[in-house]
């Protein structure tokens, strides 16, 4: 039969195969724990560009910086222009032109109504009727699509054909 010492040396056996089996698990272990390590400090120095992990609360500052000046700037641009649309608004952009034969019977299309005004049909209203002695201009301001002076069909038609193209 066994005898004790036969039995403690099978027991020092087994616990000595446990303890080299751990210990070879702990090396796999820690040789794959030092490779991934190793491709994070890659990873990260990448992404720091080189700076190093002593500097990485620095990189964080500085990035801290950008996007506090980058909103500053989108703040100044955003008030640039909706100073600008502001005054788009107003400048006389819309124009529309008419030529038409201002006496019906004689002559050709040598009048003209042009019409220049802003979006809020403010601007002014220019007229030419040509007849075979003379041309008379007539120039007439426009606020609100009307004006003080009468405005003839087709002074009328041109403003809102002006203030409609800005429309398409």
Do not use: C
């Amino acid at each position: 039969m066994f005898s004790l010492d036969t039995v403690q040396s099978y027991d020092f056996l087994i616990i000595l195969v446990v303890i080299t089996v751990l210990w070879l698990s702990l090396l796999v272990w820690t040789a794959a724990l030092t490779s991934k390590l190793g491709k994070l400090k890659t990873r990260l120095n990448q992404m720091l560009g080189g700076a190093g992990v002593a500097d990485l609360e620095q990189v964080l500052r500085n990035l801290h910086q950008r996007v506090d000046n980058l909103e500053a700037g989108h703040k100044d641009n955003a008030g640039q222009i909706a100073a600008i649309l502001d005054r788009l608004r107003v400048a006389k952009t819309n124009v529309a032109m008419k030529r038409y034969n201002g006496f019906g019977e004689h002559g050709n299309d040598l009048s003209f109504s042009l019409a220049i005004v802003d979006d809020l049909q403010t601007g002014l209203v220019l007229t030419g009727i040509h007849s075979r002695e003379q041309t008379f201009v007539y120039a007439k301001p426009v606020v609100k699509g009307e004006s003080q002076y009468a405005l003839t069909p087709e002074e009328i038609q041109m403003i809102q054909e002006a203030a409609n193209r800005k429309q398409s």
